[in-house]
């Protein structure tokens, strides 16, 4: 499966995806993530991706044309089923479901914007709009590393271990639970001790369930 990022800053994540599960799935050829700098479709000299909005107002606005011309080409590169994602804080609300749907798709496209925002016509030319939250960042770039991570995590081989996504995805949700790990009792500088739950300690598989049963929480929008 590939993720195709649009952004101008394409050396910004480089180390993030190279490390862990997605580093691993890359060199197992299970995903390819590829980042496309937006300036090599710009047109003119100094590359410029940016222009003043119309009707006056702060900062620049990203351009249609380079990104229209970006979307055509990295289209090219797979004959499966594509989805141009863009982002805004007015799009669809990320979650696990769609993280599933996506897993049906060989490429996703995923526009970063950056200063003020992106020419509305792109979303014209976009397949979906989403958004991580309510809430604005400096651009689209951490938002294109969740929807990848979300996506990847859901391929088969990429966590290395199938029977985790079998205890664990259910539906269009997940499950999550608390857990603990050594020492059973930790005890803070101010003297708080705290400890492990009993029923993970009895060694008692249906104690055991029953605890994480009752923890748990499914996790679906």
Same mark, same amino acid.
């Given at each position: 499966?590939?993720?195709?990022?649009?952004?101008?800053?394409?050396?910004?994540?480089?180390?993030?995806?190279?490390?862990?599960?997605?580093?691993?799935?890359?060199?197992?050829?299970?995903?390819?993530?590829?980042?496309?700098?937006?300036?090599?479709?710009?047109?003119?000299?100094?590359?410029?991706?940016?222009?003043?909005?119309?009707?006056?107002?702060?900062?620049?606005?990203?351009?249609?044309?380079? !990104?229209?011309?970006?979307?055509?080409?990295?289209?090219?590169?797979?004959?499966?089923?594509?989805?141009?994602?863009?982002? &805004?804080?007015?799009?669809?609300?990320?979650?696990?479901?769609?993280?599933?749907?996506?897993?049906?798709?060989?490429?996703?496209?995923?526009?970063?914007?950056?200063?003020?925002?992106?020419?509305?016509?792109?979303?014209?030319?976009?397949?979906?709009?989403?958004?991580?939250?309510?809430?604005?960042?400096?651009?689209?770039?951490?938002?294109?590393?969740?929807?990848?991570?979300?996506?990847?995590?859901?391929?088969?081989?990429?966590?290395?271990?199938?029977?985790?996504?079998?205890?664990?995805?259910?539906?269009?949700?997940?499950?999550?639970?608390?857990?603990? &790990?050594?020492?059973?009792?930790? &005890?803070?500088?101010?003297?708080?001790?705290?400890?492990?739950?009993?029923?993970?300690?009895?060694?008692?598989?249906?104690?055991?369930?029953?605890?994480?049963?009752?923890?748990?929480? !499914?996790?679906?929008?």
């Amino acid at each position: 499966m590939r993720f195709d990022i649009i952004t101008i800053f394409p050396n910004i994540l480089d180390s993030y995806t190279q490390e862990s599960f997605l580093g691993r799935a890359q060199k197992k050829k299970l995903i390819k993530i590829n980042f496309h700098n937006l300036r090599d479709w710009s047109t003119d000299k100094h590359q410029s991706v940016d222009d003043k909005p119309f009707g006056g107002g702060k900062g620049m606005v990203l351009k249609i044309n380079p !990104i229209y011309s970006a979307i055509i080409d990295i289209k090219k590169k797979s004959k499966g089923k594509t989805k141009v994602i863009l982002f &805004t804080p007015r799009g669809k609300k990320f979650n696990q479901k769609i993280a599933s749907e996506f897993t049906r798709l060989d490429q996703v496209i995923m526009i970063c914007g950056r200063y003020e925002g992106i020419d509305e016509r792109v979303a014209k030319i976009a397949d979906m709009k989403l958004s991580i939250g309510n809430y604005d960042l400096m651009g689209g770039e951490l938002p294109a590393m969740i929807v990848t991570e979300a996506v990847s995590r859901l391929i088969p081989g990429v966590l290395g271990k199938e029977d985790f996504l079998i205890e664990r995805v259910k539906g269009d949700g997940f499950i999550e639970y608390a857990q603990y &790990t050594r020492p059973e009792v930790f &005890t803070t500088k101010e003297g708080n001790s705290l400890n492990v739950p009993k029923d993970l300690l009895s060694g008692d598989h249906k104690k055991i369930q029953e605890w994480r049963d009752k923890h748990r929480k !499914i996790i679906e929008k």
